[in-house]
């Protein structure tokens, strides 16, 4: 099984729309409401040329490594992460798929080496994030408050965002605040400024960020709008939990030291 986060790309706004990547390119969403490209996109606004592959050994064995043709070359896999996500971050799977990831970027490296390229190439090796080292714990959030002073909740896991029932916000957050345990909990004027969403049209009034390794779900399926797994009125409590509930999670605070990812890199620069 193949499990990719659905929060990737996506998102929804207050009038419960969905929003996917193209709008996300077109509304400024990203870094709290300025604008932020991807290096992909910023070196071609640039013009330089650039390559994406899938990180594979065949990729890895068939790409032309030629610094006249390509200027930017990015492999990504997510390979490693998925299998976190079914069997957990300390998993046998997932130290194997390590090392395979290992192998593949020796690989790179001597195919670097052979082409006499190590003074005129940079190689970098980054993660988006890191990942908990204990399994998860979750939280209901219906056990602890109101339910029906919520109009509907965006997103599960590491955090989740409530947009409350007319006039129930400050009711909602002081529930929220007094009664769930194991989070963090803010009214969306005060996010840190530190996690660049508060200025974001896709994020809520209220925002509540689950500490390492607890994460959030819901019992009450009809509040939850995303997920669309959510919206289907067939499914169990405990099927959408089969469908929705990994082993690991990202998205908790960026100060957890879990959440680090990795950065190496080699070259000129």
Request: with cysteine.
């Amino acid at each position: 099984m193949q499990f990719k986060p659905y929060f990737h790309g996506q998102g929804v706004d207050k009038h419960q729309q969905i929003l996917n990547e193209i709008d996300f390119n077109q509304t400024l969403l990203y870094n709290g409401g300025e604008q932020t490209k991807s290096i992909l996109l910023a070196a071609r606004e640039q013009g330089v040329s650039t390559s994406i592959f899938q990180l594979t050994q065949d990729s890895i064995s068939n790409i032309s490594i030629n610094v006249n043709q390509k200027q930017l070359i990015v492999f990504y896999s997510e390979t490693l992460y998925s299998q976190a996500l079914i069997q957990g971050s300390q998993s046998y799977d997932v130290e194997k798929q390590v090392e395979v990831l290992s192998k593949m970027i020796e690989n790179l490296q001597n195919r670097i080496t052979k082409s006499n390229l190590l003074k005129t190439l940079d190689l970098i090796v980054l993660s988006t994030h890191g990942l908990p080292q204990e399994s998860i714990q979750w939280i209901y959030l219906d056990d602890f408050i109101n339910m029906h002073n919520i109009a509907f909740v965006v997103s599960l896991g590491a955090f989740t965002m409530i947009y409350p029932a007319q006039h129930k916000t400050n009711q909602v957050y002081r529930e929220l605040l007094e009664n769930v345990p194991n989070v963090k909990v803010y009214l969306r004027e005060d996010i840190p400024d530190r996690l660049k969403l508060k200025n974001s049209i896709k994020f809520a009034p209220i925002l509540v960020i689950a500490e390492n390794p607890f994460s959030i779900f819901c019992r009450n399926l009809e509040k939850i709008v995303f997920p669309k797994f959510a919206i289907n009125n067939q499914l169990s409590s405990s099927s959408a939990e089969e469908l929705f509930l990994p082993q690991t999670q990202s998205g908790y605070d960026n100060l957890d030291k879990d959440m680090r990812g990795v950065f190496f890199a080699r070259g000129p620069c």
